[in-house]
T-cell receptor, first 114, second 113 residues
Framework: EAQVTQNPRYLITVTGKKLTVTCSQN?????MSWYRQDPGLGLRQIYY???????DKGDVPEGYKVSRKEKRNFPLILESPSPNQTSLYFC?????????????FGPGTRLLVL | AQTVTQSQPEMSVQEAETVTLSCTYD???????LFWYKQPPSRQMILVIR??????QNATENRFSVNFQKAAKSFSLKISDSQLGDTAMYFC??????????FGAGTRLTVKP
């Protein structure tokens, strides 16, 4: 089954404790992206990647890192999480990242930073 | 910068009735795509319908259709014969050439029995 998976689905952590949220897709998509969803703000793009070893900042990249060492994986790293990073996070992918394509979303990761 | 505005934070509709969700956007681009995504309580993001800006014909997917007014930069979603399973958050989204996808703040739709 074609899908985007994220782990963990739920995470509670404390300020300053490094964490990684994994994202994997099995559709051989070149384009992957991370969003955060906050009430009243919709989804905002954090980082995106057009291909292996190619990453770029989205709207709200501060406090986040990403890497793309393999086509299928695009982990989101919070080196020193803060409470304002409490949010619902979505990973998405599409074949080549062009505007004609539909993005496929993962199930979401709910993060609480205390 | 492109912005997407959904002016209705919440809406409700009786089962089997029709409801229209509004979306406007701001862009100077000529070629772009517009999407409606549904987010049920499970929090999954599900594509409902999409529209290519260069097409004049409005997109339709079963009970879902759009009214795309390019000059007015308006992209409303009409849900016909509303069902209880349509209860969800609906997001309008805009994507232009490249990879920059912008979402509206969402409209929470409740279908009442």
């Amino acid at each position: 089954e074609a899908q985007v998976t994220q782990n963990p689905r739920y995470l509670i952590t404390v300020t300053g404790k490094k964490l990684t949220v994994t994202c994997s897709q099995n559709m051989n998509h070149e384009y992957m992206s991370w969003y955060r969803q906050d009430p009243g703000l919709g989804l905002r793009q954090i980082y995106y990647s057009m291909n292996v070893e190619v990453t770029d900042k989205g709207d709200v990249p501060e406090g986040y890192k990403v890497s793309r060492k393999e086509k299928r994986n695009f982990p989101l790293i919070l080196e020193s999480p803060s409470p304002n990073q409490t949010s619902l996070y979505f990973c998405a992918s599409s074949l080549a990242g062009t505007y004609q394509e539909t993005q496929y979303f993962g199930p979401g990761t709910r993060l609480l930073v205390l | 910068a492109q912005t997407v505005t959904q002016s209705q934070p919440e809406m409700s509709v009786q089962e089997a009735e029709t409801v229209t969700l509004s979306c406007t956007y701001d862009t100077s681009e000529n070629n772009y795509y517009l999407f409606w995504y549904k987010q049920p309580p499970s929090r999954q993001m599900i594509l409902v319908i999409r529209q290519e800006a260069y097409k004049q014909q409005n997109a339709t997917e079963n009970r879902f259709s759009v009214n795309f007014q390019k000059a007015a930069k308006s992209f409303s979603l009409k849900i016909s014969d509303s069902q209880l399973g349509d209860t969800a958050m609906y997001f309008c989204a805009f994507m232009k050439h490249g990879n920059d996808m912008r979402f509206g703040a969402g409209t929470r739709l409740t279908v009442k029995p």
